[in-house]
């Protein structure tokens, strides 16, 4: 499986960001997909999480500002961003779990909010 992530950039505290990634290849094997953001000078953390039935999962950081969600035909995964805060700064990476315990990863979108 492939991933292309797209939507980074740059935006003002309080504004929106929607990141969209595809993903190209045995996409019949993909289970959960997620978003992770990698802060500078932190480890990567998991924001948000949903499985092939569509149920979804976040991290406390992002509850009630972020929306994780998939397009299961075109093999897609968004996250809707708002409220952005200075903190939610860094590289974001889209995440496909797959069958067989594989799990393969964009190649990150730099998201930047500033105060």
């Known amino acids: 499986v492939q991933l292309q992530a797209s939507g980074g950039g740059l935006v003002q505290a309080g504004g929106s960001l929607r990141l969209s990634c595809a993903a190209s290849g045995n996409i019949f094997s993909i289970q959960n997909m997620a978003w992770y953001r990698q802060a500078p000078g932190k480890q990567r953390e998991r924001l948000a999480t949903?499985?092939?039935?569509?149920?979804?999962h976040y991290a406390d950081s992002v509850k009630g500002r972020f929306t994780i969600s998939r397009d299961n035909v075109n093999s897609w995964v968004y996250l809707q961003m708002n409220s952005l805060l200075p903190e939610d700064t860094g590289v974001y990476y889209c995440?496909?779990?797959?069958?067989?315990?594989?799990?393969?990863w964009g190649q990150g979108t730099q998201v930047t909010v500033s105060s």
């Open positions: 949903i499985t092939n039935s569509g149920s979804t």
């Open positions: 995440n496909v779990d797959a069958t067989r315990n594989r799990t393969y």
